[in-house]
């Protein structure tokens, strides 16, 4: 925790913070808190982020908010929780922050687990980390690809039930009598072939996390068991008399749509209204484009493992990078990773280059730039789009200055936007 002043002075620093946020021969105390944490020069809302502290101060109550923030270890995803302290007059004299490390995702390269930095995986994150200590249900919603399993999985390992059982469900192409059997187990005889009793994947998930996936696969006959099983976390084992109680917590995820399925019957409405309590979007690719490197790098690190003894590292080319950057992705990471374990196999000295992709993306990134070589193209905004950034970054021959020039913004907005690209070292 840290004690602030309306001016953004940091004016106190308790020891959890100095150990966790610490840096040898920098003193926090007496320097801007947006320096400290973002090393930016301005404040976080004049830098195009939410700043808690403005906020607060407009709602006269505490703001909550989740950032990427630097510290030794390099950039981390920071849970802030910011407070305002009033005087006899009710006028704001300081604030006091609480500062609390998101576990359940990385802001850099890793080799497990969640990545990402950008506003679209930060607000699911910050969804995750809100519900996460809570026992109510949560729905992940997303298209295919978007990694329903390692969120699911990041909401146990954030909640108390992290050290009990975390039992997948594949929903998808199970049969009615074989979901039930799988679901809530059976007794030795209750047909054909139980040659003994057996625990459903309820039990087995007893005192921890029940992840169904796909749950709008799930049979419409099955649906009021399912929905008898989360009211009254009873159920029966196939073929017994015997009635047991179930303690699990509750994640369900879907790509398809559920409020449309029960329009036409073929999903029931009770059971959507208990297994949404919390739902939670998934980002596509396509909506985290300023992740494109940084999911890159964690994937080939996770190939590079696999691969080859030692680990031995892969990279791609800055060209390459930018049409990974201008591809659509209806496959989101899922088919990312099927081109990089593609692109690996060929890549014989360990650089992935644009020979290296698959055809479709070589070609739908060969049109983008021929449609825009005369001009680039704006957003709505009159700005480039990262999409268009990236191109023009690939394609320009110049120095830093002189891009930064030709794109109209500043060196230092020019140095922001090309880290997120991963071309840092990109020539002065």
Sequence with gaps: MIVLDPEYRILAANTAYQRQFGVASQPHVGRKCYQVSHHYDVPCDQAGEHCPMKRAFELRGPDRVLHIHHTPRGPEHVDVELRPVFNAQREVVAYV?????????????????????????????SALHRVAPS????????????????????????????????????????????????IFGYEKGAFTGAAARKPGLVETAQGGTLFLDEIGDVPLSMQVK???????????????????????RLVAATHKPLREMIEDGRFRQDLYYRISAFPIHLPTVRERLDDIALLVDSILQRIGSAQRAGGSKFSVAPDALAMLHAYSWPGNIRELRNVLDRACLLADDGVIRIEHLPGDIVAGESADLGSHASSPSLSTRGELTDREFAQRVATFSGTRSALAESLGMSERTLYRRLKTLGHVDYRR
């Excluded at 298209?143 to 039992?167: D, I, M, N």
């Excluded at 929905?227 to 009635?243: A, D, K």
């Design 97 to 125: 922050e609480r500062l609390s490390t998101v576990r359940g995702a990385s802001a850099k390269p890793s080799a497990e687990g969640l990545v990402g930095r950008s506003a679209a995986f930060n607000a699911a994150i």
């Design 135 to 182: 026992m109510l249900p949560v729905l992940l919603l997303g298209e295919s690809g978007t990694g329903k399993e390692l969120f699911a999985r990041a909401v146990h390992e954030a909640s108390e039930r992290a050290q009990r059982p975390f039992v997948v469900v594949d929903c998808s192409g199970i049969t009615d009598a074989l979901f039930e059997s799988e």
């Design 226 to 248: 399912l929905l008898r099983l989360i009211e009254s976390s009873t159920f029966r084992r196939v073929g017994g008399i015997e009635t047991l109680r179930a303690d699990f």
